[in-house]
């Protein structure tokens, strides 16, 4: 197993603000602020402003809930890119984005504790069977504002090992914070020939931005998605009863828009909505 420690990293103030104001106008959170200041507002002499925007944040709440608003939003992103075709013959590589295990979790109870998107982590463990002389390569660190000394990739790599991939084909990129990090040091760190073939594995949601970021960064891969939140066209106009569900399709929706766009602005990212390449 090998892995890489010394990198250079993103702008710490642009990283501190997309875990703030990013995560602050994400769809849950920005209800439940509007929610206090309605509130508070209501205390005052604008209290029927305090009203009105309690009803409107009571509105959103439901429509993120209940509506397709969720699917209608995440159907443009894990539709953008096509399962991978295997008839294109055996990749050079296999590089598995982080976000599966949660950090935090892990290192509390000293065993990996996977939250959610396993798949990330199933799909390599096939592909790496499949095809017994690729490189697997992991790319994850820690997410955290503060950061700690847990790594996404050392509470990984052992799942990837007991689901059968050999510790000698693993290679470990364990300081990346975020998809722009996780291209730069993962390039830096395999150094892909011309020529050479990688397949991009995360979840078909994350697929575009993911595409998008490595393409700026210079390294051409091949789209591999997994881990999808909804089944097709057929359910953008389902409704739901289960509130969380909706939710739960909503904010991660509405969080790769806004990735999506900030990087876009950031010039990280060539196009607002990376898809397959032109032939």
Not at 80 to 106: A, H, K, N, Q
Not at 137 to 149: E, I, K, M, P
Not at 173 to 196: C, M, W
């Amino acid at each position: 197993m090998r892995t890489r420690h010394d990198h250079s990293s993103e702008a710490p103030l642009l990283f501190v603000l997309s875990k703030t104001l990013g995560t602050a106008v994400l769809p849950i959170n920005l209800m439940i602020e509007l929610g206090i200041v309605s509130v508070v507002l209501m205390a005052t002499r604008f209290a029927a402003f305090g009203r009105k925007l309690a009803a409107a944040a009571l509105i959103m709440l439901a429509l993120a809930a209940f509506s397709p608003l969720g699917n209608l939003l995440l159907y443009p992103l894990e539709s953008r890119f096509p399962p991978w075709d295997p008839s294109r013959g055996t990749p050079d590589g296999i590089i598995v984005l982080g976000g599966s295990v949660d950090t935090d979790l892990s290192a509390a109870h000293r065993t990996p504790v996977v939250a959610h998107a396993a798949d990330r982590l199933f799909a390599p463990a096939e592909l790496a069977r499949r095809y017994p002389n690729t490189r697997v390569v992991f790319t994850g660190g820690t997410a955290n504002l503060v950061s700690t000394d847990a790594r996404e990739a050392d509470y990984s790599a052992p799942i990837l090992e007991n689901l059968g991939i050999a510790k000698q084909r693993l290679i470990l990129e364990r300081d990346s914070r975020n998809t722009y990090e996780n291209a730069i040091f993962t390039k830096q760190l395999v150094a892909p020939k011309p020529g050479e073939r990688w397949l991009l594995v995360t979840s078909a949601f994350h697929m575009p931005r993911s595409m998008g970021i490595f393409r700026k960064a210079g390294f051409d891969v091949e789209a591999y998605p997994v881990d999808w939140r909804m089944g097709g066209r057929d359910d953008l106009l389902s409704f739901t009863n289960v509130g969380a569900d909706g939710l739960g399709r909503t904010e991660v929706a509405v969080r790769e828009w806004i990735g999506l766009v900030a990087y876009r602005l950031m010039g990280r990212t060539g196009e607002l909505l990376p898809g397959p390449a032109k032939d």
